[in-house]
C-alpha cells in the first residue's frame, strides 16, 4: 500500500513538474541572452489555448503542441519588438504581456470551455516501466515528460558545451562586447526570446492537451510566475531548474492528496491550494537573504537595453 502510494505522488510529481521544466527553461535562456521576459503566464495561457483548439479541430495532439509553441513564439516575438527594437522598460512589457495573454486566451477560448478531448495514451518504455516504485512513476509518462528531459539536456549541452551557447550568454554578460567581436546581438536576442516564448507555448499545450485535455479559463493558475522564480531559484542553472520544478510540482500535489485522503487537519482546504505560491514566495525570500549569491550568477545585462549604435 505504502509502495503504491509512493509511485502515486511520484509519478503526479513528475507530471506536474514537467510544464514547470518546459517554460523555465525557456526563460532561462532567454534569461541568458540579457532579456528578462516577465510574460510567461500570458505565453502559457495563449500557447494553452491554442493548443487545445488546433487538437480539438485537426484531432492530433501533435498538431496541437505544435500550435502552442507557435503562438507562444508569436507572443514572444511582439515583447521581443517592444523590449529590443524599441527598447521599452522589459520590466513593464513582460507584465503587459502576461496580461495581455491571460486576457487574449480567455477571449479565444470561450466557445472551448464546454468541450473536452480525448486523453492522449502514455508511452510505456518497455522493461525500464517494470524496475518497482520509479520504473511505473517515472516511465509510463506522457511523450512531453520524456521531452523536458530531453530539452533539460539539450539546454545545458548548448550553454555550456557549444560555441552558439557561449555566444548567447557572451551577449548575455556583454552585449556590447559580443557586438565588437562581430556577433549579431539584436538577432541573437530575438532567437533566445523566441525559444523561451515557444517553451512556454509548449508547457501550456502539455496543460491543456495532456494533463486536463480540456480548457477552463485560468488553467496555468499561476505556473508562469512560479516559472518565472524556479530561474531565480536555479541562480540560472538548467541542474537547479528541473529539481525546482520538481519541488514545486511535489508541493502542488501533495496538498491534492492530502485532501483526497480526506485526513482531519486543523487548516482550511484554501491553505493547502495556496501552498506552491508560498512555498515560492519563502524560497524566494530565502535566496534574497544573499544577493551575493544572485549577483555572482546573474546575467550582468538582464533586464538592460542595448543599442548598437549607442
Known sequence: MEGNLFTAVLFATVVAGT????????????????????????MMAVGAVAAFAATHHSGSPWLGVLAGLVAGAAMALVFGFLA????ANQVASGLALAIFGVGLAAFIGKPYESLALPAVPPIRLPFIADIP???????NQQALVYGSWALFWAVLWFLYRSRAGLVLRAVGESPAAAHAIGHPVVRIRYLAVAFGGAMA?????FLSVFYTPMWVEGMVAGRGWIALALVVFATWRPLRVMLGAYLFG?????????????????????????????????????????PATIRL????????????DA
Open 19 to 42: 510544464p514547470l521544466i518546459l517554460t523555465a527553461l525557456g526563460l532561462l535562456v532567454s534569461e541568458r541572452a540579457g532579456v528578462l521576459n516577465l510574460g510567461a503566464e500570458g
Open 84 to 87: 529590443i527594437t524599441l527598447q
Open 133 to 139: 516504485l520509479l520504473g511505473e512513476a517515472l516511465y
Open 250 to 290: 511535489g508541493v502542488m500535489v501533495s496538498q491534492l492528496f492530502v485532501q483526497g485522503a480526506g485526513l482531519q487537519i486543523d487548516f482550511p482546504s484554501q491553505f493547502l491550494s495556496s501552498l506552491p505560491y508560498l512555498a515560492t514566495i519563502v524560497v524566494l525570500v530565502a535566496i534574497s537573504r544573499n
Open 201 to 205: 507555448g509548449v508547457g501550456g499545450a
Open 297 to 308: 550568477n546573474s546575467p550582468l545585462s538582464l533586464g538592460k537595453p542595448y543599442r548598437a
